[in-house]
Each structure stands twice: as structure tokens, then as C-alpha cells.
């Protein structure tokens, strides 16, 4: 049962244009979201997280989006570069005690086109 | 750099024969976990430790066991490795001292590749 799920396997954009990656959840218990980039032969690394009693954190050209009633949370990358080109893993934490165990989805394939 | 360390980075084994990953970390950090990355199903929690000598099942433990005699090592042990184990281990700490301060932010090793035939 896939608690965390991404339902898009890949995204391709031009560079400049907006890139929008999104997840959806279904334990309304997850009180904290958190997106991870990952380049091959690489580990992932922490991009940007969003707690649940917020809509929307910014940083930089990256900005992430929840709507805690669709159980759903989005990523948008503007303007969009070649270097973002990655698998960006959508991942949740805050069941189950404080042990920070995140649940992550099965990954988005992001290509930015030059 | 959040100095963790895997090893090995490649192996390949046969089924059968026993395995252990190691993961090493210079930072003395409380929680360290072990994921697999697998095409279909992002990455699964296999097991965790919050001290030494305590860890708990994640998500996909069966044919699993750790061991974290140390602060700074965590092992993954495969007693049998079965051709379901092949995959890319990564191992991951967290900064987080506070049991309730609960961000999930997990700092990454670079994984090791396990082949099994």
C-alpha cells in the first residue's frame, strides 16, 4: 500500500519554462513533507519541505504547495535550468513516534530540455 | 558534507552467501537508517537505529538484520542474500537531537550497488 505516491514516472520542460512535479498521500497522520533530488551514482539530497499547518515555502526558484484537504503537495521549479535535471522523490515523516523514518514516492524523472 | 561514508560501493555476490554493508559517519549523530532504492518503488526503510544498540524495523526488514555497537558505525547485514536484494543501499543520518523535533531532513551516503546471482 503506497502511502506516498507520484504518479507522473517522468516530466520533460524547456529550460526557462515552469516545472511542476507533484505527489499525493494518504495518511492525513503525515504532518511534515519534504522533497529530495537525486542525480545518478548519487546519494539523494534534501531540497525543500513544507510543515502542515503551512500552504506554501519558498526558496529560491523552488516552491512547494500543500493542500492538506486534497492530500496533495506540489514542486515548482521557476525558471527552470539543464542542471535541475534529476529524479526528485517526494517523501513524508511524522507517523508512527518522532523517529524522523520518512515514506517516500517512487520518484519523478525530471529532464529540462536546452 | 555531512560525513558519511559506505562500504563497500560495488559488490557482487551469490545468492546464498552472506553480505554486510557498513556505513560510517564522522558527524556523532543519534539516528542513522538504511533505505533501499529500488525502480517502482523510490526508496523503502529497512531498518533504523536512534542510539547504540538501539534500532527497529522499517518498512521492508524481512532478511535483514543491524547491528550499532558504535556511534558512528551501522551495519546491514543480508544472512542469506536472496536475487530480491539486489539493489542500491543508501544509508542516512539525521541531524535531529530532539526526539519531537521531527523535520525529517536525512543527509545521504552515496549508496553501495549489491549485485546478487
Known amino acids: 500500500d503506497q502511502q506516498v505516491k507520484q504518479n507522473s514516472p517522468s516530466l520533460s520542460v524547456q529550460e526557462g519554462r515552469i516545472s511542476i512535479l507533484n505527489c499525493d498521500y494518504t495518511?492525513?497522520?503525515?504532518?511534515?513533507f519534504l522533497w529530495y533530488k537525486k542525480y545518478p551514482a548519487e546519494g539523494p539530497t534534501f531540497l525543500i519541505s513544507?510543515?502542515?499547518?503551512?500552504d506554501k515555502n519558498e526558496d529560491g526558484r523552488f516552491t512547494v504547495f500543500l493542500n492538506k484537504s486534497a492530500k496533495h503537495l506540489s514542486l515548482h521549479i521557476v525558471p527552470s535550468q539543464p542542471g535541475d535535471s534529476a529524479v526528485y522523490f517526494c517523501a513524508a515523516s511524522g507517523y508512527g513516534g518522532a523517529t524522523n523514518k520518512l515514506i517516500f514516492g517512487t520518484g519523478t524523472l525530471l529532464a529540462v530540455q536546452p | 558534507d555531512a560525513g558519511i561514508t559506505q562500504s563497500p560501493r560495488h559488490k557482487v555476490t551469490e545468492t546464498g552467501t552472506p553480505v554486510t554493508l557498513r556505513c560510517h559517519q564522522t558527524?556523532?549523530?543519534?539516528?542513522m537508517y538504511w533505505y533501499r532504492q529500488d525502480p517502482g518503488h523510490g526508496l523503502r526503510l529497512i531498518h533504523y537505529s536512534y542510539g547504540v544498540k538501539d534500532t527497529d524495523k522499517g518498512e521492508v526488514s524481512d532478511g535483514y538484520s543491524v547491528s550499532r555497537s558504535k556511534t558512528e558505525d551501522f551495519l546491514l547485514t543480508l544472512e542469506s542474500a536472496t536475487s530480491s536484494q539486489t539493489s542500491v543501499y543508501f544509508c542516512a543520518i539525521s541531524e535531529s537531537t530532539d526526539l519531537y523535533a521531527n523535520t525529517g531532513e536525512l543527509f545521504f551516503g552515496e549508496g553501495s550497488r549489491l549485485t546478487v546471482l
Open positions: 495518511n492525513s497522520m503525515f504532518d511534515y
Open positions: 513544507i510543515s502542515s499547518i503551512k
Open positions: 558527524e556523532n549523530h543519534r539516528y
